[in-house]
């Protein structure tokens, strides 16, 4: 799930998968006896994590003048040079505010951390479904019966349950991006937290495990119900698979009928679901059901058969990812605002949504990886005898007239935002980043040149373009935004677009391209990158009660921050997808997963739109890969890029 788009733009694309992290976690299993919990090696490297720097003013401007001239008309150009320069003079505005960053950054371990998570999320009003959470469509699973999906939900229970072990051990491996540790924070943060809403500012509550009330229970949805069920002894010692299917089974038994589907309130616009919230939960009722749905480690969706609408089964499993199919099929069986939220459906399939504001992309894969390997190795044991675990418990609701009217308007909402989103899988099949590796060149930077092709092919020109940067390596490191979008990305387009210019000048320029794609990326990692730094810059002068400067009103500001290609790369070792909306109006959203042979494409628009077409985009965008392959091939690779 991004760039800077002023206070009230920095918004959809939060959902954005990190660059190029390696996971620790190539086997699974604490509990299966294939890995030995190596307890405290979680935070080893914590301390010694450098704090997020404060880039030199002058370098970001500059990077910031080159970063928008492919974007600009000439005349345009020379106005934003003259804006940049009058903001960037010596004792200027933009010195005052980079010493008053400076001053900012020297009391906090993270001068961006609480900024972003307010900024980017919490005051985010818009429903946080499909405008801020993902969602992952994970491979089909072998689900005949309903025995089988309840069998295949208790596997996938206790996988998660197993990784949750070696958090709550602090047992994971560090993560690592080039060789060097990452910040292991955001894994506190997937398991047992939810958002909160409120009428004008939401909330983030985690329930830590070192605590003595720590969370042993999940909620169960079922046909709109749900159930606070224990998943742990009073011990902390996680049930049986067999235990946890008895107590799938009463959840099902105990529900056949649809309830009223209160989980819509959490796809409503935020103010409202926020004022709905404060008021029902003064009844006694509703705030043990709101505290049982907070507290819980996860949430587990089982859904009901949905009549499928694409023709592709994993489109129509990601429609069910991403806002639940609609009133009609499995949205009320949801509840946005929890942090994790797993389904598993009656016709195999399966994945999770994950709500965005505590976490980034690869705690989130590392946990599915590890899940889905836990449950596809784990013995069918479902027939031991075993104790019985106490009986999951309803949690019911009293609702006012206003919060049924609310319901009624947010099935009509869910269903209008489902008829607008239009959403594309396509699974390139001709090669995959083993093509890429093959000539030297790195799969993601390789996979964003064709991304900016596709788009100059359609339109005649680039556009601002988002991919996620991890800043990981710093404490309580979030993302900077790579610009993908560059004069070499630029030349390389309008080349392919040339008939007369030669293969071997094509292959030159996209390896150029490729080159300066991967100088902005290792700028952003290294904490170099210009959108967070020029946010805080932002938002310094809103602190301090100034005048927002007219740097941030000037068009280039504006539309280079427009993100009409939002973009993440989420490498998995599972057979995956994710999914997500686009973050403007007339955009695209678009997620990859590199394969070895083959590359995963989740690409959306909306149809509100008349410039975009996510069906005609994955075409274009097969063709770019194919015609990048064919210049490739008729030019030898040089040196590693």
Not at 93 to 119: C, E, I, T, Y
Not at 223 to 247: A, C, I, R, W
Not at 484 to 495: L, Q, V
Not at 586 to 612: K, M, W
Request: with cysteine.
């Amino acid at each position: 799930m991004s760039g800077m788009l002023g206070i009230t733009g920095v918004t959809r694309m939060m959902m954005q998968m990190p660059k190029v992290v390696k996971m620790g976690l190539s086997k699974t299993a604490a509990s299966l006896g294939r890995v030995k919990p190596q307890h405290g090696r979680m935070f080893l490297h914590q301390k010694s994590l450098a704090r997020l720097p404060i880039p030199p003013l002058q370098q970001t401007l500059y990077r910031y003048l080159l970063s928008v001239e492919p974007l600009l008309s000439k005349e345009d150009f020379e106005t934003t040079k003259k804006v940049v320069e009058d903001f960037g003079k010596p004792n200027g505005v933009g010195q005052r505010l980079q010493m008053a960053l400076v001053k900012r950054a020297k009391k906090l371990d993270n001068w961006l951390s609480q900024w972003w998570l307010s900024v980017a999320y919490l005051e985010f009003r818009s429903p946080v479904v499909v405008n801020v959470s993902p969602g992952i469509v994970c491979p089909r699973e072998n689900i005949n019966s309903e025995s089988d999906q309840l069998k295949f939900a208790s596997k996938f229970i206790s996988g998660v349950l197993d990784f949750k072990h070696l958090i709550d051990t602090n047992s994971l491996p560090v993560d690592q991006m080039g060789g060097q540790p990452l910040c292991m924070d955001q894994y506190y943060k997937v398991l047992a937290a939810c958002r909160i809403p409120g009428p004008r500012k939401d909330d983030l509550v985690f329930y830590p495990p070192n605590k003595p009330d720590a969370p042993k229970h999940i909620i169960v949805a079922h046909k709109n119900h749900f159930y606070s069920v224990d998943v742990m002894d009073k011990e902390g010692v996680p049930l049986t698979l067999s235990q946890l299917y008895s107590q799938l089974k009463f959840v099902l038994e105990a529900s056949t009928q649809p309830e009223i589907p209160v989980g819509l309130l959490t796809t409503a616009h935020r103010n409202t679901w926020g004022k709905v919230y404060k008021r029902l939960n003064k009844d006694p009722t509703n705030a043990k059901s709101f505290d049982d749905i907070k507290r819980a480690i996860f949430l587990l969706c089982l859904d009901s058969s949905s009549s499928q609408t694409e023709q592709n089964f994993s489109a129509h499993v990601a429609r069910q990812a991403l806002y639940g199919g609609g009133s009609g099929s499995n949205s009320g069986n949801r509840w946005y605002d929890k942090t994790i939220q797993f389904f598993v459906s009656p016709n195999g399939g399966t994945g999770l949504t994950y709500e965005h504001s505590g976490a980034e992309g690869p705690p989130i894969i590392s946990l599915v990886d590890h899940t889905l390997a836990y449950a596809h190795s784990i013995a069918d044991d479902f027939n031991a005898m075993t104790v019985d675990a106490p009986a999951p418990k309803k949690l019911n609701f009293n609702l006012d007239l206003d919060a049924l009217d609310t319901i009624e308007e947010a099935k009509q909402e869910i269903d209008s935002l489902a008829g607008d989103l239009q959403l594309t899988i396509l699974p390139f099949k001709h090669y995959g980043k083993d093509f890429p590796k093959s000539q030297k060149l790195s799969p993601d930077a390789f996979i964003q040149i064709a991304i900016q092709l596709t788009y100059y092919k359609i339109y005649g020109r680039s556009a601002a373009t988002y991919e996620s940067a991890s800043l990981r390596k710093y404490q309580y490191g979030r993302t900077d935004t790579i610009r993908s979008a560059s004069i070499a990305s630029n030349a390389f387009c309008k080349a392919m677009e040339e008939s007369g210019t030669k293969p071997s000048e094509k292959a030159m320029l996209f390896r150029k391209a490729i080159l300066s794609h991967k100088e902005y990326t290792n700028l952003a990692i290294n904490g170099d990158g210009i959108d967070r730094h020029l946010l805080g810059l932002k938002l310094i002068a809103i602190e301090q009660g100034e005048n927002v400067p007219d740097l941030f009103m000037d068009t280039a500001y504006t539309q280079s921050s427009h993100f009409n290609v939002s973009t993440s790369q989420v490498p998995a070792k599972h057979d995956l997808v994710m999914c997500f909306g686009p973050v403007v109006p007339d955009g695209y959203g678009i997620c990859y997963n590199p394969r070895q042979n083959h590359l995963n494409f989740a690409v959306s628009a909306f149809n509100t739109s008349p410039e975009t077409d996510s069906d005609v985009f994955a075409k274009r965008l097969t063709e770019s890969l194919l015609e990048i392959r064919d210049v490739l091939e008729s030019a030898p690779p040089t040196a590693k890029l």
